[in-house]
């Protein structure tokens, strides 16, 4: 261990890559929150049924492929760099919202559904003002999973030009130096615990927002 190349890898290499990284992180994140919450809702509906158990069969083998090979099969099409790392950590992202926000919005009882129907609300309505606030627990606990996968694979982004924390471990492995090794691993552990505490306080406090505590806790268990 040299004292010397942890300062350097401290002061010149982590402030860009960790800069790039959380760019990495929160552009994948943000498309696979959007992506997944509409393909779960479409997914959800009585009429494509059919359709959804497909869709969920595909992207449940998609999300067995390992990270590295995913990136590996997109380089001949997306070439090196942010695109194909981008592809990668969305589609490991987007499946645990996607569950969720289909389990969310399944869970709603189908007589309140109607109750809303017979009061005269559009299905727009019902699904902005009662299905998807239900479905909020389960919609948050996909997205905590989510950025753990993120940021994780994140780390791939080194391998293949994108830039990162991934660097650092990437150029350890191949100069030997165990100091970037351990900088980069490290960083990325503490960004994944970073990220989780602030997503469970932001879904407590969306919780007793749309129930209250007690009813928001009984809901999410």
Known sequence: ???????????KLVPINLAIHMGLVFTSLFLAIII???????LSRQKLKIVSNIVLQMLNVLQTIPPFAFVAISLPLLGFGYKPTIIV???????PIIKGTMVGILQVN???REAAKGLGMTNFEILKELELPMSMPYILSGVKMSSTYVVSVATLAGFVGAGGLGTLISSGIAMLYPEYLLIGASLCAIIALVMNFILDKIEKKILFMEFGDAKGLQCKN
């Open 36 to 42: 997944g919450i509409s393909l779960g809702v479409l």
């Open 89 to 95: 950590l969305v589609c490991q992202g987007v499946l």
């Open 1 to 11: 261990m040299s004292v010397h190349r942890a300062i350097n890898a401290l002061t």
């Open 110 to 112: 189908s007589k309140t």
